[in-house]
């Protein structure tokens, strides 16, 4: 049984795959098994799996019929022997000390879960500069409170730089179909579980940012189902995290963040009022929910926080000011967009 088991959905990626293969074979840990899920390739993807296949046994082929990427990953997952399951797609590349520094992390930090790693931008900034954005705010994510704390901003990892204890999809279930970024929705799971999760300072793989990326072209990955998802565990964290008799206000009056943090009465919960620092907004109540000034709010004992503002300069000087205000953050107020 190998200590690595690295888990490769593909799907018509013969420009791609062999790039990613090797990746993965240059790797200096060699006790991997490379397992490619051909997810009804109609290119010439498997021909070339089954010829990298027959001069490296630990290179497995699982070939399904078109089925999506989260059928891909499970059956992966099915045949995966090793101890810790890496994550790999055919469009980008590991640095030869991924598998090795990811690996003896797990080993030596028995209470984390999941560790992922600092990745570099594959693309153009000028052409994809809200992704880049991204990868930044991904890369400024460490330590397991950092990413517990920021969990609902955005994901906190790119999902093809992580690798996990394979136990975990046993005690906590694996990948889930619905309208919804499947990845996002294990971190969201395993994290309510209790699982830490760190991510390793090293730039160890390069994302690459092509136009058939699905984030680009599927509906389970627009905003709004980013929202939906956050919702059902914003609400879960609340219900056993927070104080019952705490009201729960939404920092954020306009429009689009009211439109947002709505989610949550499809959970269950209640909404007692809103902040807002343009003065145009308060003194009034909308929907019967009334809208102040943040130097208005009620106590940290009587209230608990959500920051709603998606802008991430808005983001910081929100936690800026509620931590001046004398308020913990994950005690007292969360961020969430």
Same mark, same amino acid.
């Given at each position: 049984?190998? *200590?690595?088991?690295?888990?490769? #959905?593909?799907?018509?990626?013969?420009?791609?795959?062999?790039?990613?293969?090797?990746?993965?074979?240059?790797?200096?840990?060699?006790?991997?098994?490379?397992?490619?899920?051909d997810?009804?390739s109609?290119?010439?993807?498997?021909e070339?799996l089954?010829?990298?296949?027959?001069?490296d046994?630990r290179?497995?082929?699982?070939?399904i019929d078109r089925?999506g +990427?989260?059928?891909a *990953?499970?059956?992966?997952?099915?045949?995966?022997?090793?101890?810790f399951?890496?994550?790999?797609?055919?469009?980008?590349?590991?640095?030869?000390?991924?598998l090795?520094?990811?690996?003896?992390?797990?080993?030596t930090?028995?209470?984390?879960?999941?560790?992922?790693?600092?990745?570099?931008?594959?693309?153009?900034?000028?052409?994809?500069?809200?992704?880049?954005?991204?990868?930044?705010?991904?890369?400024?994510? *460490?330590?397991?409170?950092?990413?517990?704390?920021?969990r609902?901003?955005?994901?906190?990892?790119?999902?093809?730089?992580?690798?996990?204890?394979?136990?975990?999809?046993?005690?906590?279930?694996?990948?889930?179909?619905?309208?919804?970024?499947?990845?996002?929705?294990?971190?969201?799971?395993?994290?309510?579980a @209790?699982v830490?999760m760190?991510?390793?300072?090293?730039?160890?793989?390069?994302?690459?940012?092509?136009p058939?990326?699905?984030?680009?072209?599927? $509906?389970?990955?627009s905003?709004?189902?980013?929202?939906?998802?956050?919702?059902?565990w +914003?609400?879960?964290?609340?219900?056993?995290?927070?104080v019952?008799?705490?009201?729960?206000?939404?920092?954020?009056? @306009?429009?689009?963040?009211? $439109?947002?943090?709505?989610?949550?009465?499809?959970?269950?919960?209640?909404?007692?009022?809103?902040?807002?620092?343009?003065?145009?907004?308060?003194g009034?109540?909308?929907?019967?929910v009334p809208?102040?000034?943040?130097?208005?709010? #009620?106590?940290?004992?009587?209230?608990?926080?959500?920051?709603?503002v998606?802008?991430?300069?808005?983001?910081?000087?929100?936690?800026?000011?509620?931590?001046?205000? @004398?308020?913990?953050?994950?005690?007292?107020f969360?961020?969430c967009?």
């Amino acid at each position: 049984m190998p *200590l690595v088991s690295v888990v490769m #959905p593909v799907h018509n990626a013969a420009a791609t795959v062999a790039r990613a293969v090797s990746s993965v074979q240059t790797q200096t840990l060699r006790d991997w098994e490379l397992i490619v899920v051909d997810d009804g390739s109609t290119d010439s993807t498997r021909e070339h799996l089954l010829e990298y296949s027959l001069n490296d046994p630990r290179l497995r082929v699982v070939t399904i019929d078109r089925r999506g +990427i989260v059928a891909a *990953l499970n059956a992966g997952l099915a045949v995966a022997t090793g101890e810790f399951v890496a994550r790999m797609d055919a469009d980008d590349e590991s640095a030869p000390p991924r598998l090795a520094a990811q690996a003896r992390f797990l080993q030596t930090n028995g209470d984390c879960g999941l560790v992922g790693c600092r990745v570099g931008f594959g693309g153009d900034r000028a052409v994809s500069a809200g992704y880049a954005l991204h990868i930044e705010w991904i890369n400024s994510l *460490l330590t397991p409170r950092e990413i517990a704390l920021n969990r609902f901003v955005e994901a906190p990892f790119a999902h093809p730089s992580v690798m996990f204890r394979r136990t975990l999809v046993e005690d906590h279930g694996g990948y889930v179909e619905g309208g919804f970024p499947e990845d996002y929705e294990l971190w969201l799971r395993w994290l309510d579980a @209790g699982v830490p999760m760190a991510k390793l300072p090293e730039i160890l793989l390069t994302w690459h940012d092509l136009p058939g990326r699905l984030s680009r072209t599927d $509906k389970r990955y627009s905003p709004e189902a980013f929202y939906q998802l956050k919702a059902k565990w +914003i609400a879960e964290w609340l219900r056993h995290d927070v104080v019952a008799s705490r009201e729960i206000w939404i920092w954020g009056a @306009g429009r689009p963040t009211r $439109k947002r943090a709505a989610h949550l009465a499809e959970h269950g919960i209640r909404i007692a009022g809103y902040l807002d620092i343009d003065a145009r907004k308060t003194g009034r109540d909308v929907g019967g929910v009334p809208v102040v000034l943040p130097e208005e709010m #009620p106590s940290a004992e009587r209230c608990f926080v959500l920051s709603y503002v998606g802008n991430r300069g808005a983001r910081d000087y929100n936690r800026n000011e509620l931590k001046a205000a @004398g308020r913990v953050e994950g005690r007292d107020f969360l961020l969430c967009a």
